[in-house]
């Protein structure tokens, strides 16, 4: 194959799997408007055994409010009594942040698939790179999926207590704790090794064996390298219940400032300044609630 031949093949390689992320990422967001738009509109209805069953729009319906109608957010967060959900309701709401994981995140992450791609079209000059990077992807995502557990049950755990019918902090002392420690992490070692691994796509492939053809190997990179992703981010995600799991401005928000994050090659700064933020923000919300 020629060397010319070989760079429009590149560059075929790029547009397609630019366009596949570009898909995947688009189709998610519209799934999140329409969330937010069932949300605005009162809730979502889903049927469950022949019956019209409200899925977890409205958690705050059937709720044991822990100590009743006086109980303070200390007691919310202290007597958490959180109700059972059904199979359908679970799935819902874990399909829900599943695909709010594939919005936020596969931007960002598309310089390292991309360049994946490149890789392995330049290994293998005959080879399939793009079923590598699907796999690469596919693994990626297995590693926010997971994130995507933790958080449905955490949503579980503090619905109709920490959390309004909005899906949003019902407690300023709640708020502040959860800014205060997401605002503490982006000044953590954890949080600058995780980082610079996703701020250095071609670091990363020669730290940890380069590219794999074989779909097992490529599945376990791509895990990998998401795992260092949920690393840097976590706390980022965490804000979500904060200012509302459905809030479309708030999402989009968390999600450019990550982008931003890895992208501009501005070292830690951008991580340091939102940290700070964060933590003020989060002892004004304390300071409030004290008063």
Known sequence: MTDSALETLLRRDRAIVAAAIALLAVIAWLYILWLAAGMDMGGMSMPEAGMDAT?????????DMGSGAGAGPLDAMLGLSPRPWSAVEAAFTLTMWVVMMVGMMLPSASPMILLYA???????????????AGYFTGGYLMAWTGFALAATL???????TLLTSSLASASPVFSGIVLIVAGLYQWTPLKDACLAQ???????????GGFRSDPRGAVRL???????????????????FVGGIMNVLWI????????????????????RLAGSVLVAVGLWQLAGAVA
């Not at 899925?55 to 709720?63: A, K, S, T």
């Not at 955490?154 to 109709?160: A, C, R, V």
């Not at 791509?222 to 979500?240: E, I, P, Q």
């Open 222 to 240: 791509g895990f990998r390298h998401g795992f260092y992703c949920v690393g840097c981010c976590w706390a980022l995600m965490a804000l979500l």
């Open 118 to 132: 490149r890789v392995g079209r330049q290994s293998l000059r005959d080879g399939k790179p793009f079923a590598s």
């Open 252 to 271: 989009a928000a968390i999600a450019s400032f990550v982008l931003v994050e890895k992208l501009l090659p501005a070292g830690r700064l951008p991580s």
């Open 55 to 63: 899925m977890p729009m409205d958690p705050g319906m059937g709720m």
């Open 198 to 208: 996703c701020q250095a796509p071609i670091v990363f492939l020669q730290r940890h």
């Open 154 to 160: 955490g949503q579980w755990l503090i619905e109709g």
